[in-house]
């Protein structure tokens, strides 16, 4: 017991004041070990949230990857020393000359901030010039950059400057529809034409071209999306079962014309409550519309 009591004693003296516990970094730690900083970046580069940043070690450029299917061309990597893909027309991408995160841009590409998205905009790639070039394989390429994309998958391919001449194009057609009655319905047709594309709306079973005189009906049509591209809406107000049937969108100009239909079906609302239990599967399906075509 007098041994217990001796030892705590010593214990308790050799704490200095101030001190609860030994230094150990400064008792036996490797001096460089306890000066390591780990979020130090390289002597250029600080470390910075959203950014990674590498040490470049010595380049050799006979150990650098081969890059493959660049169709926007080369750009030098983050450390400048080898060639790997510039990033496509709306990729994200590094501002200025230097590859740190996203990537460079491709030739006739600038590095633009997305004012699309407000709260965190992102810079994307973006062409320098808009102009429409035809190609030679009869398509309407709708910048420089686009035609690049598809001359390095189609050796030989030529342009000139504008659109090229084309009967009317639907890029986006009107889809099937099922309401219930007393119900606001819409259909969309896009068209892509040059010269630019005249659309109207008919029903099956009727010649007159819509609206007509029937006051719960109008059709509404603007430029756009895109240059050379027609959007036009078909709208039914307070719809009734009279108004179910096939509708057509028909799209002309001086070299031809074209058209796609959608069927409507209006149900009272207790055919409508047992179609939505028959189908409630299918409606949660969503079926993604390619808007991913660079040229027409």
């Not at 983050?78 to 590094?94: I, P």
């Not at 189609?154 to 009655?181: F, M, Q, W, Y």
Request: glycine fraction near 8%; proline fraction near 6%.
């Amino acid at each position: 017991m007098l041994f217990h009591i001796v030892m705590l004693a010593f214990l308790a003296l050799s704490v200095r004041p101030g001190e609860a516990f030994p230094n150990y970094k400064d008792d036996y730690m490797d001096e460089d070990l306890a000066t390591f900083d780990y979020y130090k970046g390289t002597e250029d580069d600080e470390f910075e949230e959203g950014n990674r940043t590498r040490e470049c070690e010595e380049c050799v450029p006979e150990l650098c990857p081969p890059a493959l299917g660049c169709r926007a061309g080369l750009v030098m990597d983050v450390c400048g020393c080898c060639s790997q893909c510039a990033n496509l027309e709306g990729q994200t991408c590094d501002p200025g000359q230097r590859s740190v995160y996203y990537g460079l841009c491709g030739e006739d590409m600038e590095c633009r901030p997305d004012r699309s998205d407000v709260e965190e905009p992102e810079a994307q790639c973006v062409c320098l010039s808009q102009d429409p070039l035809c190609g030679s394989d009869g398509q309407t390429y709708m910048n420089v950059c686009k035609y690049k994309e598809a001359a390095y998958l189609k050796p030989g391919l030529n342009v000139s400057d504008g659109p090229c001449r084309t009967e009317p194009i639907i890029k986006v057609a009107p889809h099937n529809l099922v309401n219930v009655t007393g119900s606001s319905i819409a259909f969309l047709c896009e068209v892509f034409a040059f010269p630019m594309a005249l659309v109207e709306w008919r029903k099956e079973g009727k010649e007159v071209i819509l609206p007509g005189d029937d006051p719960h009906i109008s059709v509404q049509s603007r430029g756009g999306p895109q240059k050379y591209e027609l959007s036009s809406w078909l709208q039914i107000e307070e719809a009734g079962q009279t108004d179910s049937g096939t509708y057509k969108c028909i799209a002309r100009n001086e070299l031809g014309h074209v058209s796609a239909t959608a069927i409507l079906g209006v149900l009272p609302p207790d055919e409508m409550s047992a179609y939505l239990k028959k189908n409630i599967n299918k409606m949660m399906a969503y079926d993604q519309q390619d808007y991913d075509r660079d040229y027409y």
